[in-house]
């Protein structure tokens, strides 16, 4: 999917895409403000994180509406929609559609009413990997999930599911039950909560505004509305802001582990993470990679857009020329039209094209983020040998990815994988270039000034800092379409998938159990 802020690298066939995080989270508690317009502008600035549902929730004080759709923020909200979203306080979500389709039913906030007669609206950016658990333990409390079928609505429904305890009570109850990475902005009539599990996997900030308090997936997102950034919310920390002002309860210990992969590529550069600018850290990284993998060439261009702070560091490093050799079109969104096969050939030109004058003749450095299954690098090397380049190195600015993510970035199949089944020089025959050299995990952990202990990298290394369940039974097989279901008794069963219809048929007493990141269609992708 085309990333908000131009990072078309990876989405170069709309059918094909590469890694994706699934989702950007906004609250706002500013009472005299237009929160419904606030929560827009923050759902812009995070766009990048999930382009196929938006969503925003507000509340007067005397109830909580709801409008989502699928598509951009642009093309799901006007004018008109926001004016009438009146309130003190709203919360927003922008999606990257998962397992279950790209459906309204999946688009977020998803809402529940409780039994005392309020109501909770609820968004959520990360994985959970105890789904099944969770959904054994609302049927065994003879809840109705209304067909919820993802971590998100299970949440919400858990939430609300408490009558005897307020909002507040109920989180601090259901939240430690909860496994997986999970940064939450939820609401209820009058109050706006925020929560980060207790290893901080998915990033999550706390703003100050004139007239209020702004919670946000990242701090490029305060910047857009105004707001100051007044700290992280904490692994393992529930907060609460309502007119009595912010308070702040602990649910679990934090044990810190966020993502690594937030540095490479999923965070806007604009953006800090435990006090590190993603820009800066992106230029060290290629600093590094020149140093650790140098080369005799001419020019050094960057894979626009998310290649291009590391292409910076790596022709600072190497004393190489730094210049353009591809040019993006900005405006390639995600297309639902799908290319003739004739223009399927033609591939990535709709939305990368060389620099004929600039790369002819030429020996080139080109820097990428990552690869994941090798189609856009093999795509460009081959585009550039015929604008005339003379040799081509391609440096990445990752490891190379080999594990699955659990946490809520939707990567391909651990089969489909690259460098799951090819050792560099295999990926390098594979995508065709002269050289190629990825950075080393140390390095890249260095260039984050982050210890390593407190720092996920399971996507490189293997190593899952949060237990996955015995048997496996989330993931791949939940994640990625496999047809596997958690009965009753916690035992898998097969059932029949119809993916064309985006159907699931359970096996009669399972229960259909989908988790919110994963795509759906992973293993019909190449």
């Known amino acids: 999917m085309p990333r908000g802020d131009g990072r078309l690298s990876h989405d170069l066939d709309p059918q094909r895409p590469g890694p994706q995080d699934a989702c950007g989270v906004f609250g706002v508690w500013a009472p005299g403000e237009e929160v419904a317009k606030l929560t827009y502008f923050g759902l812009y600035a995070l766009q990048h994180r999930g382009q196929e549902a938006a969503g925003i929730a507000v509340s007067d004080g005397s109830g909580v509406v709801v409008y989502k759709d699928l598509g951009l923020v642009a093309q799901v909200f006007d004018e008109p929609t926001l004016a009438s979203l009146r309130g003190h306080l709203a919360i927003g979500h922008a999606r990257y559609s998962t397992t279950g389709g790209s459906t309204w039913e999946n688009a977020q906030p998803t809402i529940r009413a409780t039994p005392a007669g309020t109501t909770i609206a ?41 009558p005897d305890l307020s909002v507040e009570a109920a989180a601090l109850e259901v939240l430690p039950t909860l496994r997986g990475a999970f940064s939450f902005v939820f609401m209820d009539e009058t109050t706006l909560y925020a929560a980060r599990d207790a290893h901080g996997v998915r990033p999550l900030v706390l703003g100050r505004m004139e007239r209020g308090w702004v919670v946000a997936s990242e701090t490029a997102a305060l910047d857009i509305v105004g707001a100051s950034f007044v700290r992280e919310v904490e692994p393992g920390e529930l907060i609460a802001v309502d007119e009595h002002g912010l308070r702040s309860a602990r649910f679990a210990a934090p044990e810190p582990k966020g993502c690594l992969f937030e540095y490479v590529y999923i965070a806007r550069p604009d953006t800090t993470i435990a006090g590190r600018n993603i820009h800066a850290a992106r230029v060290q990284i290629g600093r590094q990679l020149a140093k650790e993998h140098p080369v005799d060439a001419d020019l050094v261009i960057p894979v626009p857009e998310s290649g291009t702070p590391a292409a910076i560091g790596y022709a600072e490093g190497s004393g190489i020329t730094y210049g353009a050799g591809l040019m993006k079109n900005s405006y390639v969104g995600r297309t639902f039209i799908q290319p003739s096969q004739t223009l399927r050939q ?67 199949t651990r089969a489909e994988l690259l460098a799951n089944g090819l050792d560099i020089e295999g990926i390098r025959r594979s995508i065709g270039a002269d050289t190629l050299g990825y950075v080393s995990l140390a390095g890249l952990i260095a260039a984050t000034e982050q210890p390593k202990t407190r720092l996920c990298r399971a996507c490189f290394d293997g190593e899952y800092p949060i237990e996955l369940p015995a048997g496996n039974l989330i993931g791949k097989h939940v994640l990625e379409g496999v047809d596997k279901r958690v ?8 059932a029949p998938h119809d993916h064309e219809a985006g159907v699931e048929r359970s096996a009669p007493g399972a229960h259909p159990l989908v988790a919110s990141p994963g795509g759906g269609d992973a293993l019909h992708r190449p």
């Open 487 to 494: 009965g009753a008794d916690g035992g898998t069963v097969g």
């Open 346 to 412: 033609l591939g990535i030109r709709l939305k990368l094209n060389p620099l004929r004058e600039n790369v002819r003749g030429k020996r080139l450095v080109v820097v990428d983020d990552s690869i994941v299954r090798g189609n856009t690098q093999r795509a460009i090397v081959r585009m550039l040998r015929e604008a005339g380049a003379l040799e081509v190195h391609v440096r990445i600015s990752s490891p190379p990815v080999t594990w699955p993510c659990f946490y809520g970035i939707d990567f391909a």
């Open 122 to 162: 609820l968004a959520h950016n990360g994985n959970l990997v105890n789904t099944a658990e969770l959904a054994r333990e609302a049927t065994s409390r003879g809840l109705n999930s209304d067909g919820a079928t993802s971590d998100t609505p299970l949440v919400t429904m858990l939430l609300a599911s408490r």
